[in-house]
């Protein structure tokens, strides 16, 4: 059986922010992405390729269509893309129009660089998720997955859920 290579599409979030003690301050630093799947000992075949690093929250319409010009001009099928969880939502709807590509969007609520983060286990079931969901566009988040265009984010209770 041919695996189907998988692009990884950085563009920052809680999930590659870092501390800075002397700024006292988190910043996106560079992506962790590429280490977390190297520690996982990911055997699967996959390119990444760092985008941006921004908060989703400074994400603009030019920046949901760089992410969408990026993804539907590249060879691979198959696309991850870790994004910040406050907009992750508005980028789904951005690529809802993509044809012949299966996309997941993960995050994390905390930096992965913490020692309890959910980084490392959204990422791998955006991996596993992005092998077996039907072309479209899907969030992974909270050990559930969830249709892209489906879902929301509950920010009092930290989670997302189905809308």
């Known amino acids: 059986m041919t695996q189907s290579p998988i692009l990884v599409v950085t563009t920052g979030g809680t999930i590659d922010k870092q501390y800075f003690d002397a700024l006292s301050e988190y910043q996106i630093a560079e992506s ?49 893309v870790t994004h910040g969880t406050d907009t992750m939502t508005d980028t ?9 590509k299966t996309v997941v969007l993960c995050g994390a609520l905390a930096p ?3 020692a309890e983060s ?4 959204n990422l791998g079931m955006a991996f596993a998720c992005c092998q077996a969901a039907p072309e479209g566009v899907w969030i ?18 930290g989670k ?4």
Do not use: C, W, Y
């Open 32 to 80: 962790i992405i590429q280490e977390l799947l190297r520690t996982a000992r990911v055997t699967h075949p996959f390119r990444v390729l760092e985008l941006m690093r921004k908060d989703s929250l400074e994400l603009d319409d030019g920046d949901r269509a760089l992410i969408a010009a990026t993804i539907a001009h590249a060879p691979e099928t198959r696309v991850v």
């Open 92 to 100: 789904a709807q951005a690529l809802a129009g993509l044809e012949g």
């Open 112 to 114: 992965a660089r913490f």
């Open 118 to 121: 959910d980084a490392a286990f």
């Open 140 to 157: 992974t988040m909270n050990g559930t997955v969830f249709d892209g265009l489906q879902v929301r984010k509950d920010r009092a209770a």
């Open 160 to 163: 997302f859920v189905p809308r």
